[in-house]
């Protein structure tokens, strides 16, 4: 149990799905992540993604080119997560204004 608790804090953290979010439309550099998250420190996006790619969720490409060009993507475990989360999305939109009215 402590294993499931562990990765359901990952995921669930403020910005581990923004990402998977982000990534889910195709690969991105470092800067597009970072223009595609407001608000995001470049400390906790580094932070983030160095998590999210040690978990398997992410790939990091770096190409030997000048300058440096690195890409992050989701890995099929990752676009399995984002099927997930696009369905809980979906099922907030569908629920909105019930739960607004309920914290009212």
């Not at 804090?9 to 910005?15: I, N």
């Not at 990402?19 to 906790?44: C, E, H, N």
């Amino acid at each position: 149990m402590d294993f499931i608790r562990q990765v359901l804090d990952r995921v669930g953290d403020k910005w581990s799905m923004r990402i998977v979010a982000a990534l889910a439309s195709g690969p991105m550099r470092y800067t597009d992540l970072q223009r595609q998250i407001p608000g995001i420190s470049q400390r906790m996006l580094t932070h983030t993604l160095r998590q999210l790619t040690e978990d398997g969720l992410l790939s990091r490409t770096a190409y030997a080119e000048v300058p440096p060009r690195v890409e992050y993507a989701l890995t099929p475990l990752g676009g399995g997560l984002y099927e997930i989360v696009k369905h809980m999305i979906g099922w907030v939109a569908d629920h909105h204004d019930e739960i607004r009215a309920n914290r009212s």
